[in-house]
């Protein structure tokens, strides 16, 4: 079955680590995005990216880093300059085609304490 | 970026009643799409509206574009338990704009 695979579902890490939430997509969508979400607040985007070896920052990309090397892997580390780190953050792809729906992992639960 | 206002935040309904949530933009909007968020899961497509006072329907579920495409309706007729959820408008383009979603609890 095709999909998006995000692991792990719980992370806990200490204030000043760095840690990378994998994201992994067997639909062949040329668009990967990820999304943070915080208790009873809207989905913000971080980082996007449309094609390999290319990303765009969203609205809240600081203290975040992605990277695209193949087209199903976009893995975003939460860097020690996050302020705010503990949140649910979700990983979707689409076709890249206007107005294509975005089809969303299972998310990551990160908790920094 | 694009800003979309969605209202209301929270919305309590007994089983059986109807459920309405709106999304709200200051500019035009090329295309709306709506998503359903259970608790604890991810957010899953819905539907998408593309044309100027375009209606959709899914079984209980009405969606509408506004005539001048800068707002749109999401309607539940006789909630049920299974419609328990958040629901999203998003603004599509090269990214996607959330609205801030509406978390719907229905009572038995």
């Known amino acids: 079955d095709g999909g998006i695979t995000q692991s792990p579902k719980y992370l806990f890490r200490k204030e000043g680590q760095n840690v990378t939430l994998s994201c992994e997509q067997n639909?062949?969508?040329?668009?990967m995005y990820w999304y943070r979400q915080d208790p009873g607040q809207g989905l913000r985007l971080i980082y996007y990216?449309?094609?390999?070896?290319?990303?765009q920052k969203g609205d809240i990309a600081e203290g975040y880093s992605v990277s695209r090397e193949k087209k199903e892997s976009f893995p975003l580390t939460v860097t020690s300059a996050q302020k705010n780190p503990t949140a649910f953050y979700l990983c979707?792809?689409?076709?890249?085609?206007?107005?294509?729906?975005?089809?969303f992992g299972n998310g990551t639960r990160l908790t920094v304490t | 970026g694009q800003q979309v206002m969605q209202i209301p935040q929270y919305q309590h309904v007994q089983e059986g009643e109807d459920f309405t949530t709106y999304c709200n933009s200051s500019?035009?909007?090329?295309?709306i799409q709506w998503y359903k968020q259970r608790p604890g899961g991810h957010p899953v497509f819905l539907i998408q509206?593309?044309?100027?006072?375009e209606v959709k329907k899914q079984k209980r579920l009405t969606f509408q574009f506004g005539e001048a495409k800068k707002n749109s309706s999401l309607h539940i007729t006789a909630t049920q338990t299974t419609d328990v959820g958040t629901y999203f408008c998003?603004?599509?383009?090269?990214?996607?704009?959330f609205g801030t979603g509406t978390s719907l609890t229905v009572i038995p």
């Open positions: 979707a792809s689409s076709i890249y085609r206007e107005n294509s729906p975005l089809h």
């Open positions: 639909l062949n969508h040329d668009a």
């Open positions: 990216s449309q094609i390999v070896n290319d990303f």
């Open positions: 500019t035009t909007l090329s295309n």
């Open positions: 509206l593309v044309k100027s006072g």
């Open positions: 998003a603004v599509t383009g090269n990214q996607f704009y």
